[in-house]
């Protein structure tokens, strides 16, 4: 188990980065300037419980101020030119490749996650600026069919205005400029409420990126705290859009909030992603990416493979191969050692994630390996004999948990992962394409992979879910065109038209 470390080590080590380091964001607020805040959050490393510093903490009677300077900044920034920026994009981009590692080490002590895990956000995050700024080359609109020769009719996209971006903690960095990033370069303002556990990662590091990247004051802006500063957000008047990425309970009171407002929302929500194996898969492929898709990040991402559905014929032997995997998997504090598993984000997910483990144990499933825990660092545990009406089979977990549930048959195995009001990502390991195919395009879910796990992200896919995953948003790709922009038609002619009246 980790040591804790000193105030002072962890200090240096974080904060060694040209970002972060002139230290203008310490206790502050992000408006466009750094403004310093009558309170503040104090941000915690779930590994060691060392503070790694504290931002400025914003009020919900602030937010008309805010939303009033985005609106002018908002207002300049869609008369730039769309090389303009794009070129801001790119500099933004620069801004985070130039202090890589740095951001890393960042993300792995305020997320917990492992290093590969922050060298894949950082990249993610990378990536959407540069996508973004790729938006700006697509047509900006249609010429349309005119009745009148003398007329021109066309349509054009024209940006939304002010929009709310509410993110999560897991990702923090990378589920923040998902929605920022395609927002700001289409020529919205953005108003960003991270989390309150990741707000350096999920915050001040995005507001130094577009201060440093030139973009007019007010266009990026970021409100600190939790449930009262998100629902201000959300009812905020003047602002035009929300983007929600967290838990289906929240999406559900943001999206009420949002639609009594007459708001555009983007609810990108939980999951309980069915991981199916038949019986003529690889089996130490199907394992191998099992383990993956339900440990990576200790089952903290929306995308787990959430229930292995594991044909009877080779189910035994899939168990043992998973429960091996699972017991090799070091644990411990990913930034000062070698671990595949790090902490959970706090007590109150691990007491709920030990709660789903217990009372599913309690009513027939069957420990194979993990159940145990020590502070925020949980086993990774795989739960055979699970079945319908269980917590594991039921819940998004949200922790290193695999609940393996057994079905006779490729019928049963789609009723199975089906059997949910999620739907976000499934997978299907099988040595049959054909299998393969039949069996994924029954999955009723946004994403689905054949021959691989439930995880999957890129800034250059039409990401989203349905059902209780969400309200059929869609990040990435052109269909950030249709998210972060609205259609004008217009229509032009030389002359006045006549009427009979
Ligand atoms: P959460 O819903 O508790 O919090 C998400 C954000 O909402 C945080 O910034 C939080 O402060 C804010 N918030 C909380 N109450 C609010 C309210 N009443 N009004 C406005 N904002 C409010 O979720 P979490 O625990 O941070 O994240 C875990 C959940 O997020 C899981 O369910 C996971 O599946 C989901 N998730 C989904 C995706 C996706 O792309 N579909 C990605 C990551 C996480």
Request: aromatic residues 6%; contains cysteine; negative net charge.
């Amino acid at each position: 188990m980790p040591s804790a470390n000193t105030e002072a080590d962890v200090d240096e080590a974080v904060f060694h980065s040209v970002l972060l380091g002139d230290a203008v964001w310490r206790g502050q607020i992000f408006d466009g300037d750094w403004r310093e805040a009558k309170h503040t959050l104090i941000v915690r490393e779930p590994a060691t419980g060392a503070t790694l510093g504290e931002v400025g903490a914003s009020e919900p009677a602030d937010m008309a101020y805010t939303v009033d300077r985005a609106r002018q900044g908002q207002r300049e920034w869609a008369s730039w030119t769309a090389d303009q920026r794009a070129a801001v994009m790119r500099k933004a981009a620069q801004l985070l490749e130039d202090d890589r590692q740095e951001i890393v080490d960042l993300i792995v002590r305020e997320t917990g996650g492992v290093r590969g895990k922050g060298e894949v956000e950082i990249q993610g995050t990378i990536d959407e600026c540069y996508h973004s700024a790729a938006l700006l080359i697509q047509p900006e609109g249609e010429l349309l069919p005119s009745p009148n020769p003398a007329r021109l009719s066309l349509a054009r996209r024209v940006p939304i205005g002010v929009v709310g971006v509410i993110a999560p903690w897991n990702f923090p960095m990378l589920l923040a400029m998902r929605s920022v990033a395609p927002a700001i370069a289409l020529g919205n303002a953005v108003i960003l409420k991270p989390d309150p556990q990741t707000p350096i990662s999920g915050g001040a590091v995005l507001a130094r990126v577009f201060e440093l990247a030139g973009v007019p004051k007010g266009v990026f802006s970021v409100v600190n705290g939790g449930a009262d500063v998100g629902e201000a957000l959300v009812e905020a008047p003047g602002v035009r859009m929300i983007t929600f990425t967290g838990s289906t309970a929240v999406g559900r009171r943001v999206g009420e909030l949002a639609g009594r407002n007459l708001k555009k929302v983007a609810l990108e929500l939980g999951g309980k992603s069915p991981f199916i194996v038949l019986d003529d898969a690889d089996l130490d492929a199907a394992a191998s990416a099992g383990a993956w898709g339900s440990f990576l990040h200790q089952g903290q991402i929306c995308m787990a493979s959430g229930r292995h559905i594991v044909h009877r014929k080779i189910a035994d032997d899939y168990i043992e191969l998973l429960a091996r995997k699972a017991k090799a998997l070091p644990v411990g504090d990913p930034y000062r050692a070698e671990v595949a598993i790090g902490p959970i984000i706090n007590s109150r997910q691990i007491e709920r994630v030990h709660k789903i483990v217990g009372d599913s144990v309690a009513a027939g499933a069957e420990l194979a390996a993990g159940g145990t825990y020590d502070g925020l660092f949980y086993q990774p545990t795989v739960l055979a004999k699970v079945t319908s009406g269980m917590p594991a089979y039921e819940l998004e977990i949200f922790g290193p948990v695999a609940p393996v549930i057994v079905v006779a048959d490729e019928e049963e195995a789609i009723r199975v992962a089906n059997d949910t009001e999620y739907g976000l990502s499934g997978a299907v390991q099988t040595g049959s394409l054909e299998r393969g195919l039949r069996v994924a395009q029954q999955i009723r879910s946004g994403l689905v992979h054949i021959n691989d796990q439930t995880i999957h992200d890129m800034a250059g896919i039409p990401f989203g879910g349905s059902g209780a995953s969400g309200n059929g948003s869609r990040f990435g790709s052109t269909t950030n065109l249709d998210e972060f922009t609205e259609w004008q038609w217009m229509t032009i002619g030389g002359q006045p038209v006549r009427y009979p009246f």
